[in-house]
T-cell receptor, first 114, second 112 residues
């Protein structure tokens, strides 16, 4: 069983730039969620994708957007980067049929905005 | 509005003793509670969960207790081992949602 993989693992951008983060979901999982983990905080829900459509969104501005592809992989795009966007971005996959709420996380993409 | 709170940023326990990590929540509509463990440079990994209709769930050395009236849950690890040193996150899920609401985390250090 292939786990959740994310790329890149680390990247540095400057304020105002745009970034795309990528995620391959665990095999058999059709739902992908993205979380932002700031330093010293717990992960915060950004949004979830199911069947290629956004299916729930947290308190993040529209410059945070995403995509899900037919193979259930996903992208997170952030435009007009701000210094506060520096964080660990976690992708998590799950099966829509799962009732226990368990998510399977990748190791994350650490974004630094200078 | 912090719906899930872990009020202890860190906890130090001697190897072989019991570790107790605590978590409080405010939303009575949460139907599942989960604990995740995170090592540096890795994503969180699922540890144990409990449904809101239960008050205890046990898996080997790990036991989670849920007190709905107090809106409080705890994770007990016994006996604690050095490999348990990690950051532990409490998380909760609302009914019908797959979004998890996480606490701030507690860094557990097991001392030899």
């Amino acid at each position: 069983e292939t786990g959740v993989t994310q790329s890149p693992t680390h990247l540095i951008k400057t304020r105002g730039q745009q970034v795309t983060l990528r995620c391959s979901s665990q095999s058999g999982h059709n739902t992908v969620s993205w979380y932002q983990q700031a330093l010293g905080q717990g992960p915060q829900f950004i949004f979830q994708y199911y069947r290629e459509e956004e299916n729930g969104r947290g308190n993040f501005p529209p410059r945070f957007s995403g995509l899900q592809f037919p193979n259930y992989s996903s992208e997170l795009n952030v435009n007009a980067l701000e210094l506060d966007d520096s964080a660990l971005y976690l992708c998590a996959s799950s099966s829509s049929g799962r009732t226990t709420g368990e998510l399977f996380f990748g190791e994350g993409s650490r974004l630094t905005v200078l | 509005d912090q719906q899930v709170k872990q009020n202890s940023p860190s906890l130090s326990v001697q190897e072989g003793r019991i570790s107790i990590l605590n978590c409080d929540y405010t939303n009575s509509m949460f139907d599942y509670f989960l604990w995740y463990k995170k090592y540096p440079a890795e994503g969180p990994t699922f540890l144990i969960s409990i449904s809101s209709i239960k008050d205890k769930n046990e898996d080997g050395r790990f036991t989670v207790f849920l007190n709905k009236s107090a809106k409080h849950l705890s994770l007990h690890i016994v006996p604690s081992q050095p490999g348990d040193s990690a950051v532990y996150f409490c998380a909760a899920r609302g009914q019908g949602a797959q979004k998890l609401v996480f606490g701030q985390g507690t860094r557990l250090t097991i001392n030899p």
